[in-house]
């Protein structure tokens, strides 16, 4: 012979050239096709039987039609509604199922729980707080208090900063005000609050923190709260 032959270059599609070699062109054998769900036969060609691998797709999408001697395709997994979560997706040929996201304990907010994720229940910090069991968010503590409590279930830990003092919603410290600056204390606007230091007006003046600005010209010693 000048040239050697490719076993299995004489079968049909679905067979291989079983106990080809040397001086044999061996025998055209069906591809065994039968392999574990989730599982088709990969490589049945040539001399080679094959061999039974997994079906699987990248992230976020699960394989569908995969089997026997095709690997299928890759489809994208659904969506769910809000306050759930594709469960088992990608998971072979698995499309997954709706699951609902976790409720948290009070004191604690369901963070991540979207996609194909499960989300995880998270601490709320200092400054905020969560009454309620199956929390999304905590809630802030409003202008004017502070709370350096985390875990918190109730607006109780938020603390009334009192006159000349200020804080921003969420904060965890009271702030003083400068010198020249006063503040009357939290303001209800609405049906929130409000808490800022305010620049003394003309004709008074502020020497240290205090919660209303003094006439001069007193000379009074103001204590810091």
């Known amino acids: 012979a000048t040239t050697c032959t490719t ?10 050239a079983a106990g080809c070699g040397g001086t044999s062109a061996g025998s055209c054998t069906t591809c065994y096709s039968y392999c574990s769900y989730g599982y088709f036969r990969l490589g049945c060609e040539g001399q080679n039987a094959g061999t039974c691998v997994r079906c699987s797709c990248n992230s976020g999408y699960y394989s569908v039609g995969c089997g ?14 809000d306050g759930q979560y594709r469960s088992g997706c990608g998971e072979g040929a698995n499309p997954g199922t709706c699951a609902a996201c ?8 369901m963070s991540g729980c979207s996609g194909m994720s499960a ?36 607006s109780g830990v938020c603390a009334d900063c009192g006159p000349g003092r200020w804080a921003p919603a969420g904060a965890t410290d009271c702030i003083v005000c400068a010198p020249g600056y006063y503040s009357p ?25 205090w919660s209303s600005p003094t006439m001069p010209p007193s000379k009074v010693a103001l204590t810091t709260r």
């Open 119 to 154: 989300g995880t229940c998270t601490t709320c910090g200092a400054g905020t707080y969560a009454s309620n069991t199956g929390s999304t968010t905590c809630t802030k503590c409003s202008a004017g208090t502070a709370s350096g409590y985390v875990a918190a279930t109730s």
């Open 7 to 16: 076993c299995g270059a004489n079968c049909a599609v679905g067979q291989y």
């Open 68 to 81: 026997g001697l095709s690997a299928g395709t890759c489809n994208a997994c659904a969506s769910c509604p």
């Open 102 to 109: 976790a409720s948290c304990p009070a004191g604690q907010y």
């Open 185 to 209: 204390g939290r303001v209800l606007a609405g049906t929130e609050y409000t808490s800022a230091c305010l620049p003394c007006s003309p004709g008074t003046f502020a020497s240290s923190a």
